[in-house]
Protein backbone atom coordinates (compact mmCIF):
# COMPACT_ATOMS: atom_id res chain seq x y z
CA UNK A 1 0.00 0.00 0.00
CA UNK A 2 2.58 2.23 0.87
CA UNK A 3 4.20 1.97 -2.54
CA UNK A 4 0.88 2.32 -4.34
CA UNK A 5 0.91 5.41 -2.73
CA UNK A 6 4.36 6.25 -3.64
CA UNK A 7 3.13 5.92 -7.24
CA UNK A 8 -0.17 7.66 -7.07
CA UNK A 9 1.79 11.19 -5.76
CA UNK A 10 3.98 10.69 -8.83
CA UNK A 11 1.32 10.49 -11.37
CA UNK A 12 0.14 13.42 -12.97
CA UNK A 13 -3.51 14.81 -12.00
CA UNK A 14 -4.60 14.31 -15.75
CA UNK A 15 -3.99 11.02 -15.47
CA UNK A 16 -5.45 10.46 -12.35
CA UNK A 17 -8.73 11.92 -13.07
CA UNK A 18 -8.34 9.50 -16.99
CA UNK A 19 -6.83 6.90 -15.47
CA UNK A 20 -4.55 7.34 -18.21
CA UNK A 21 -0.78 5.61 -18.00
CA UNK A 22 1.09 9.10 -17.18
CA UNK A 23 3.70 9.40 -19.48
CA UNK A 24 5.80 11.29 -17.07
CA UNK A 25 5.51 8.95 -14.64
CA UNK A 26 7.73 6.38 -17.18
CA UNK A 27 10.04 8.99 -17.45
CA UNK A 28 10.30 9.16 -13.25
CA UNK A 29 11.21 5.59 -13.42
CA UNK A 30 14.98 6.08 -11.16
CA UNK A 31 17.44 3.31 -12.02
CA UNK A 32 17.73 0.18 -10.02
CA UNK A 33 20.96 1.55 -8.43
CA UNK A 34 18.82 4.91 -7.25
CA UNK A 35 15.93 2.70 -5.93
CA UNK A 36 16.38 3.93 -2.15
CA UNK A 37 12.95 3.85 -1.16
CA UNK A 38 12.16 0.52 1.76
CA UNK A 39 8.66 0.25 0.43
CA UNK A 40 10.15 -0.30 -3.42
CA UNK A 41 12.66 -2.61 -1.57
CA UNK A 42 9.67 -4.79 -0.20
CA UNK A 43 8.26 -5.26 -3.41
CA UNK A 44 11.06 -5.89 -5.12
CA UNK A 45 11.64 -8.63 -2.55
CA UNK A 46 8.34 -9.70 -2.68
CA UNK A 47 8.53 -10.19 -6.42
CA UNK A 48 11.47 -12.50 -5.89
CA UNK A 49 10.29 -14.43 -3.78
CA UNK A 50 7.52 -15.52 -6.15
CA UNK A 51 9.70 -15.77 -9.46
CA UNK A 52 11.57 -18.26 -6.85
CA UNK A 53 8.60 -20.42 -6.27
CA UNK A 54 7.96 -21.09 -10.02
CA UNK A 55 11.44 -21.12 -10.26
CA UNK A 56 12.11 -23.98 -7.55
CA UNK A 57 8.89 -25.83 -8.18
CA UNK A 58 9.62 -25.58 -12.03
CA UNK A 59 11.47 -29.48 -12.28
CA UNK A 60 8.41 -31.18 -10.03
CA UNK A 61 4.97 -32.39 -11.02
CA UNK A 62 3.13 -29.62 -11.16
CA UNK A 63 2.75 -28.57 -14.81
CA UNK A 64 1.55 -25.48 -14.11
CA UNK A 65 4.86 -24.45 -12.24
CA UNK A 66 7.04 -26.12 -15.11
CA UNK A 67 5.22 -23.97 -18.05
CA UNK A 68 5.66 -20.66 -16.17
CA UNK A 69 9.22 -21.44 -14.65
CA UNK A 70 9.88 -22.10 -18.55
CA UNK A 71 8.09 -18.74 -19.82
CA UNK A 72 9.87 -16.48 -17.36
CA UNK A 73 13.27 -18.48 -18.92
CA UNK A 74 12.65 -17.46 -21.99
CA UNK A 75 12.18 -13.92 -20.70
CA UNK A 76 15.40 -14.01 -19.96
CA UNK A 77 14.32 -14.29 -16.31
CA UNK A 78 18.11 -14.32 -15.38
CA UNK A 79 19.09 -11.05 -16.88
CA UNK A 80 16.63 -9.19 -15.59
CA UNK A 81 17.45 -10.72 -11.40
CA UNK A 82 21.17 -10.05 -12.10
CA UNK A 83 19.94 -6.65 -12.93
CA UNK A 84 18.20 -6.34 -9.66
CA UNK A 85 21.97 -6.39 -7.94
CA UNK A 86 22.38 -3.23 -8.40
CA UNK A 87 19.37 -2.32 -6.01
CA UNK A 88 20.76 -0.44 -2.92
CA UNK A 89 19.54 -3.21 -0.74
CA UNK A 90 20.76 -6.19 1.34
CA UNK A 91 17.29 -7.08 1.21
CA UNK A 92 16.97 -7.62 -2.13
CA UNK A 93 20.35 -8.41 -3.54
CA UNK A 94 20.15 -11.78 -0.69
CA UNK A 95 16.73 -12.40 -2.23
CA UNK A 96 17.80 -12.16 -6.32
CA UNK A 97 20.71 -14.83 -5.33
CA UNK A 98 18.89 -17.55 -3.47
CA UNK A 99 16.35 -17.45 -6.42
CA UNK A 100 19.13 -17.74 -8.80
CA UNK A 101 20.33 -20.90 -6.78
CA UNK A 102 16.84 -22.91 -8.39
CA UNK A 103 18.40 -22.00 -11.66
CA UNK A 104 19.78 -24.79 -13.54
CA UNK A 105 23.19 -24.52 -15.14
CA UNK A 106 21.31 -25.61 -18.65
CA UNK A 107 18.96 -22.48 -17.77
CA UNK A 108 22.31 -20.14 -17.59
CA UNK A 109 23.11 -18.82 -21.32
CA UNK A 110 26.18 -17.38 -22.28
CA UNK A 111 24.53 -14.07 -22.67
CA UNK A 112 23.52 -14.50 -18.55
CA UNK A 113 26.65 -15.59 -17.67
CA UNK A 114 28.27 -12.36 -19.59
CA UNK A 115 26.13 -10.00 -17.72
CA UNK A 116 27.59 -11.10 -14.22
CA UNK A 117 30.71 -10.70 -16.04
CA UNK A 118 30.05 -7.24 -17.28
CA UNK A 119 28.50 -6.33 -13.35
CA UNK A 120 32.79 -6.73 -12.05
CA UNK A 121 33.97 -4.47 -14.50
CA UNK A 122 32.16 -1.76 -12.53
CA UNK A 123 35.76 -2.04 -9.30
CA UNK A 124 35.51 1.92 -9.25
CA UNK A 125 32.89 1.12 -6.96
CA UNK A 126 34.66 -2.07 -4.93
CA UNK A 127 34.89 0.08 -1.14
CA UNK A 128 30.67 0.97 -1.42
CA UNK A 129 29.60 -2.30 -3.66
CA UNK A 130 31.83 -4.99 -1.95
CA UNK A 131 29.05 -7.15 -0.96
CA UNK A 132 27.83 -6.95 -4.56
CA UNK A 133 31.01 -8.39 -5.81
CA UNK A 134 31.22 -11.19 -3.42
CA UNK A 135 27.62 -12.22 -4.41
CA UNK A 136 28.29 -11.97 -8.20
CA UNK A 137 31.61 -14.18 -7.68
CA UNK A 138 29.81 -16.62 -5.35
CA UNK A 139 27.37 -17.71 -8.27
CA UNK A 140 30.47 -17.69 -11.03
CA UNK A 141 31.90 -20.39 -8.46
CA UNK A 142 28.74 -22.51 -8.91
CA UNK A 143 29.30 -21.91 -12.27
CA UNK A 144 32.46 -22.81 -12.77
CA UNK A 145 32.01 -26.77 -10.54
CA UNK A 146 29.10 -27.55 -12.90
CA UNK A 147 30.27 -29.45 -16.28
CA UNK A 148 29.79 -28.34 -19.14
CA UNK A 149 28.59 -24.77 -18.48
CA UNK A 150 28.39 -21.32 -20.30
CA UNK A 151 31.37 -20.45 -17.91
CA UNK A 152 34.00 -22.41 -20.39
CA UNK A 153 33.15 -19.80 -23.62
CA UNK A 154 33.87 -17.59 -21.34
CA UNK A 155 36.69 -18.04 -19.12
CA UNK A 156 39.46 -15.63 -20.24
CA UNK A 157 37.58 -12.33 -19.14
CA UNK A 158 36.21 -14.60 -15.92
CA UNK A 159 39.42 -15.12 -14.75
CA UNK A 160 40.87 -11.80 -16.22
CA UNK A 161 37.62 -9.79 -14.20
CA UNK A 162 38.21 -11.33 -11.27
CA UNK A 163 42.16 -11.38 -10.39
CA UNK A 164 40.63 -7.44 -11.46
CA UNK A 165 38.60 -7.44 -8.89
CA UNK A 166 41.13 -8.84 -6.33
CA UNK A 167 43.70 -6.53 -7.43
CA UNK A 168 41.72 -3.49 -6.98
CA UNK A 169 40.44 -4.79 -3.45
CA UNK A 170 43.90 -5.40 -2.38
CA UNK A 171 44.85 -1.94 -2.93
CA UNK A 172 42.10 -0.18 -0.44
CA UNK A 173 44.07 0.71 2.52
CA UNK A 174 41.67 -0.28 5.35
CA UNK A 175 43.94 -0.61 8.09
CA UNK A 176 42.70 0.59 11.16
CA UNK A 177 38.93 -0.27 10.34
CA UNK A 178 37.88 -3.91 11.85
CA UNK A 179 34.58 -3.97 10.11
CA UNK A 180 35.91 -2.52 6.56
CA UNK A 181 39.00 -4.94 7.03
CA UNK A 182 36.53 -7.87 7.28
CA UNK A 183 35.07 -7.00 4.60
CA UNK A 184 37.96 -6.52 1.92
CA UNK A 185 39.24 -10.06 3.34
CA UNK A 186 36.16 -11.27 2.53
CA UNK A 187 35.96 -10.63 -1.04
CA UNK A 188 39.61 -11.30 -1.41
CA UNK A 189 38.43 -14.45 -0.17
CA UNK A 190 35.61 -15.19 -2.45
CA UNK A 191 38.32 -14.41 -5.23
CA UNK A 192 40.41 -17.10 -4.20
CA UNK A 193 37.88 -19.37 -4.24
CA UNK A 194 36.86 -18.87 -7.45
CA UNK A 195 40.09 -19.17 -8.77
CA UNK A 196 41.11 -22.42 -6.45
CA UNK A 197 37.91 -23.95 -8.33
CA UNK A 198 38.76 -22.65 -11.81
CA UNK A 199 42.27 -24.17 -11.17
CA UNK A 200 40.86 -27.61 -10.48
CA UNK A 201 39.55 -27.61 -14.50
CA UNK A 202 42.10 -27.27 -17.24
CA UNK A 203 39.40 -25.78 -19.64
CA UNK A 204 39.23 -22.83 -17.24
CA UNK A 205 43.15 -22.64 -15.68
CA UNK A 206 44.70 -22.90 -18.79
CA UNK A 207 46.44 -20.74 -20.12
CA UNK A 208 44.50 -18.23 -18.96
CA UNK A 209 45.89 -18.50 -15.69
CA UNK A 210 49.26 -17.46 -16.23
CA UNK A 211 49.41 -15.17 -18.64
CA UNK A 212 52.15 -12.17 -18.02
CA UNK A 213 49.21 -9.95 -16.64
CA UNK A 214 47.84 -12.23 -14.28
CA UNK A 215 51.04 -13.23 -12.72
CA UNK A 216 51.90 -10.17 -12.58
CA UNK A 217 48.77 -9.07 -11.11
CA UNK A 218 49.29 -11.88 -8.53
CA UNK A 219 52.19 -10.69 -7.56
CA UNK A 220 50.99 -7.32 -7.09
CA UNK A 221 47.95 -8.52 -4.70
CA UNK A 222 51.05 -10.43 -2.73
CA UNK A 223 52.78 -7.18 -2.20
CA UNK A 224 49.80 -5.05 -0.87
CA UNK A 225 48.96 -7.91 1.40
CA UNK A 226 52.42 -7.55 2.76
CA UNK A 227 51.78 -3.65 3.02
CA UNK A 228 48.32 -2.62 3.84
CA UNK A 229 47.04 -5.62 5.77
CA UNK A 230 47.80 -6.20 9.60
CA UNK A 231 49.50 -8.38 11.65
CA UNK A 232 46.43 -10.19 12.75
CA UNK A 233 44.91 -10.06 9.68
CA UNK A 234 44.58 -13.35 7.88
CA UNK A 235 46.28 -14.80 4.89
CA UNK A 236 44.22 -14.64 1.73
CA UNK A 237 45.96 -17.94 0.73
CA UNK A 238 46.41 -16.84 -3.17
CA UNK A 239 49.36 -19.37 -3.44
CA UNK A 240 46.71 -21.83 -3.02
CA UNK A 241 45.73 -21.41 -6.73
CA UNK A 242 47.12 -22.34 -10.32
CA UNK A 243 48.78 -19.21 -10.85
CA UNK A 244 50.06 -19.00 -6.84
CA UNK A 245 51.85 -22.25 -7.43
CA UNK A 246 53.62 -21.29 -10.41
CA UNK A 247 57.15 -21.20 -8.85
CA UNK A 248 58.45 -18.51 -11.45
CA UNK A 249 55.55 -16.13 -9.82
CA UNK A 250 56.29 -17.24 -6.59
CA UNK A 251 60.08 -16.43 -6.94
CA UNK A 252 59.48 -12.74 -8.46
CA UNK A 253 58.40 -12.15 -4.79
CA UNK A 254 61.67 -13.30 -3.43
CA UNK A 255 63.69 -10.01 -5.15
CA UNK A 256 63.42 -6.77 -6.93
CA UNK A 257 61.35 -4.00 -6.46
CA UNK A 258 58.66 -6.60 -5.31
CA UNK A 259 60.18 -8.51 -3.07
CA UNK A 260 58.44 -9.18 0.02
CA UNK A 261 59.44 -8.12 3.58
Known amino acids: QAAENHVAALQPDSDKKTGGPGRNLTQQVPRFCNMRLPQVHRVLSSVVALVEFFTAEGGAADKLCDEVSD??????????LFRLL??????VQDAVMKCVRHVGVGDMSEEDTLYLIKLLDDDQNIATEGAVFEKVILQMDLLANAQGGPLKKLAERCVFSIVRVMHVNAHRNT?????LEEEKHKLSQTCVRFLQTASRDKD??????RTKHVNRSIVEILKKEDEL?????????VERTWTGRNIETLLTCLGGNERLR
Open 86 to 91: EVPSGE
Open 229 to 237: NGPEDPDID
Open 175 to 179: YGSES
Open 204 to 209: LRHPHM
Open 71 to 80: EMNAKEREVL
